[in-house]
């Protein structure tokens, strides 16, 4: 059995101690971080106070999912005599409205059938029905046709549909222009190519609900099922690229769709949801300051203004990324992130107590600080990174509520790698640069420098006999 | 000596022989299960419906969403408390189940909008119904101002559905990277332990009947995420002491992880109160969703911990300790064995 301890005891001198100095200014550094990043959470600032720029306070601007905050709801119905399958079809257009939703940002969309001819979408974070429809456009008919503008449509002058359009996005060509490309599935693939085969050099018109919308030139035969189209109009326009996007994609559904109905909706959890919320978190995160502090006092201490440090940088965090949505689920990733924030910092001051507890001779705090850090990295990088690629998991394949939940835990597992292993670390260097001593600061408590030399000589005596 | 000595809590100092007592901890969530077997059975019998076991809310079942339009008179100070509080003892008293109240549209087109679970066989007799117990209450809301409708499923299904093959996933993920960094046993111990966590929260949720909806798949998911940073502590520690241990012959693995699991006993007890401090006052204080979200989690946290410290260092001694054993018996020349006693005695460092 070759357990040494003296190994550990080795490092005694190797570790560079902080000054009083240094420590001071690590206290007013992240002093006035903690203390910005407070009022900045909190205050909002407007054009004529500071001067140049209107300041909105950070938190604010995460955009909040529909259960947190209300939205617009709109009921479309079939607009169509043709009612063969027209169940399915309306749930693969309900699918499609879904994929939509999500690809533009609203991952916490919801589309529910109503009926067999009715489509519900509710959409967070939008304030005026308006707006819905700039997303979604309008469910409309998409046709390719030989006509131009203002001439009068024949029989054989349609050639694809939208249903027979798989999907539509912008993209960007060799010359890096946006550009707008079209996918069609293998039906439409087959029909695309014969109408590029007959109008080869001439215009193929884009109709959205009896409207000419443009008329590209083909270039070439394109028979792949697809094509791009490239416009000076968009080249280097994204917004404008996207939005032909977003008019061809609402032609591509599988049922025209007519508007009946649509209002703003109020969130779901209720108006008073985040408030509460929040209010109950600021009382959470001040039990586990004070239930840290009693067990570990000064380490607690630095735990404690580690923690601070950790939720001003996540909500910073949060709100600067521009993919969060915060919903319910969301809510339940911070939780946890808060909870393994604080448990990396529990792993490593345990870990310390244990160092000091079993550490022989004179084991100086300093030591047994050191390797505790040293030896808690293995358990907290694995412990995390399990977690992290957990994340990655739901994030590639997850439904939104299950992906705003991975990104806030991915998000707040990376701070709070960041917040142990470097500030809380910080932290206690500078606690210990005024005071190495006194154990009983750190709540430490060496079994042999307490019951006696005897024991301790007698341990170390067996070990290394087994060694 | 401190008058207020933390210390004693720190378990630690002390070296619980868990291990011998295997059967206990695999009795434990089996009896779970059972009771959560007779509960769903009594629930589906009860209710004369297989579906009725769980309480499935109306993201999976679907239902009727009515939109009550009160007009301007809504925009009145506390209107919109009084309307919504009625309609919904409105709705409850005529026996159905009440997932969401949300008000809808502004100026004179606003309106509550209620959402409830709806089973009966003739939905236009049970909405016209409706429609006269509101207009009763109500008498200066005309009837065409109530719109009821039957809304599918939202994609609940679809979610659970696809939950379920990211929860696969994510396991089969964790395995492959435990087995890289651990070893393949603590894998299979570490999913094992996974398995158990998700089965008792299904087990707690069916027992208490807690309504199921679209966020219960992201308490299951917070859980397994949590619970696995768990199991990894202990393995973490689990691996650092039989590093140390002789490359061949029979060691003391028992010894091994005891120690392992009483020395990160206090850090995951500290941990998991940490954790349920805010999920338990969400439970307890936070709005009704947030309550129904709250309560899985603390069961999930309840059985993350126990499957963390107890039933995965488990099953892995048990395992390891059967293929060590098969490996000794095919041949390998066996060492002299050290008295298992002894061996613990050398290697205690506290009490």
């Not at chain 2, 008000?103 to 939905?123: C, F, H, T, W």
């Not at chain 2, 909806?213 to 949590?226: C, D, K, M, R």
Request: charged share 20%.
């Amino acid at each position: 059995m070759s357990r040494t301890f003296s190994k550990e005891n080795s490092s005694n001198s190797t570790k560079p101690k902080m000054t009083k100095g240094k420590a001071i200014v690590v206290f007013v550094i992240l002093g006035i971080l903690i203390t910005m990043g407070t009022v900045f959470a909190f205050v909002s600032l407007d054009k004529g106070q500071l001067g140049v720029y209107d300041y909105k306070a950070y938190p604010k601007t995460i955009s909040l999912g529909l259960d947190m905050k209300g939205g617009v709801y709109a009921v479309f119905e079939a607009n169509t005599t043709d009612t063969t399958n027209l169940s399915s079809r309306m749930d693969g257009t309900k699918d499609q409205l879904s994929t939509m939703l999500y690809d533009k940002g609203y991952t916490e969309a919801t589309v529910n059938k109503v009926g067999d001819n009715r489509i519900r979408v509710e959409v967070p974070d939008v304030s005026d029905p308006e707006t819905l429809f700039n997303l979604i456009g309008t469910p409309s008919s998409l046709e390719f046709r030989t006509e131009g503008k203002g001439e009068t449509f024949t029989d054989d002058g349609l050639w694809v549909t939208g249903k027979d359009l798989d999907t539509a996005y912008v993209s960007v060509n060799e010359d890096n222009d946006y550009v707008v490309a079209l996918q069609f599935d293998k039906e439409g693939a087959d029909k695309f190519a014969k109408a590029t085969t007959e109008l080869n050099g001439k215009a193929l018109n884009i109709w959205i609900n009896g409207e000419w919308v443009m008329g590209p030139t083909v270039n070439s035969v394109i028979s792949d099922g697809r094509a791009i189209i490239t416009s000076s109009e968009w080249a280097s326009d994204y917004t404008a690229a996207s939005n032909i996007v977003t008019q061809l994609l609402a032609g591509a559904f599988d049922v025209e769709l007519k508007l009946v109905e649509s209002r703003e909706i109020s969130a779901t959890l209720g108006e008073n949801a985040l408030s509460s919320s929040l209010i109950i978190g600021g009382i959470a995160i001040g039990l586990i300051i004070l239930l840290l502090i009693v067990l570990y006092r000064l380490l607690g201490v630095s735990s404690g203004i580690a923690l601070l440090y950790y939720i001003i940088t996540y909500v910073f965090v949060l709100s600067v990324f521009p993919w969060v949505q915060l919903t319910l689920a969301g809510i339940a990733g911070v939780l946890i992130s808060i909870g393994m924030a604080v448990d990396a910092n529990v792993i490593i001051f345990s870990r310390i107590k244990d160092e000091y507890r079993i550490g022989t001779g004179e084991i100086s705090i300093q030591t047994a600080v050191t390797s505790g850090f040293k030896k808690s990295i293995s358990a907290i990088m694995d412990g995390n990174i399990t977690t992290l690629l957990g994340c990655l998991v739901m994030y590639l394949l997850g439904t939104s509520a299950i992906k705003s939940f991975a990104l806030t835990l991915a998000i707040g597992i990376v701070i709070s790698i960041f917040t142990a292993l470097v500030v809380t670390r910080l932290l206690v260097s500078s606690f210990l640069a005024f005071n190495r001593e006194n154990p009983k600061l750190y709540n430490l408590y060496n079994k042999n420098k307490e019951e006696g030399a005897d024991n301790a000589a007698k341990t170390v005596e067996e070990v290394t006999e087994n060694e | 000596m401190n008058k207020f000595s933390i210390r004693k809590l720190d378990l630690s100092s002390y070296n619980v022989h868990f291990l011998s007592k295997y059967r206990i901890w695999f009795a434990v969530p089996i009896v779970v299960i059972l009771i959560a077997v007779i509960m769903f059975s009594i629930f589906s019998v009860v209710n004369k419906d297989v579906q009725e076991g769980m309480n499935l809310g109306i993201d999976f079942t679907g239902g009727t969403v009515m939109t009550v339009t009160v007009g301007n008179a809504l925009d009145e100070d506390g209107a919109y408390d009084s309307y919504s509080k009625n309609l919904r003892e409105i709705v409850e008293k005529a026996g159905y189940n009440v997932s969401y109240i949300q008000r809808s549209g502004s100026g004179s087109e606003s309106g509550v909008m209620i959402k409830y679970q709806n089973k009966d066989a003739d939905l236009e007799a049970s909405n016209q119904a409706m429609k006269d117990k509101i207009t009763e209450v109500y008498k200066d809301i005309p009837a065409d101002d109530i719109s009821l409708e039957s809304i599918s499923a939202s994609s609940a299904k679809d979610l659970l559905q696809k939950a379920l093959i990211s929860l696969v996933v994510i396991f089969a993920v964790m395995l492959i990277y435990i087995a890289i960094r651990f070893e393949f046993w603590s894998g299979i111990a570490a999913l094992i332990g996974l398995i158990h966590d998700v089965l008792m929260m299904i087990a707690f949720t069916i027992i208490f009947h807690i309504e199921v909806n679209t966020t219960y798949v992201a308490a299951v998911i917070t859980i397994v995420a949590y619970s696995i940073n768990n199991t990894i502590i202990v393995f973490d520690r689990i691996r650092e002491t039989t590093k140390l241990a002789p490359k061949v012959g029979k060691i003391n693995l028992d010894a091994y992880v005891e120690e392992a699991v009483n020395d990160t006993f206090t850090r995951s007890a500290v941990s998991t109160i940490t954790t349920m401090i805010p999920v338990f006052l969400l439970g307890c204080f936070g709005v009704l969703s947030l309550k129904q979200f709250a309560w899985p989690i603390m069961f999930g946290l309840i059985a993350g911990t126990y499957s963390s410290l107890i039933l995965a260092p488990t099953v892995y001694y048990l395992i390891r300790n059967a293929v060590m054993n098969a490996k000794l018996k095919k041949g390998q020349q066996p060492q002299k064995q050290s008295d298992a006693s002894d061996v613990l005695s050398q290697r205690k460092r506290k009490a």
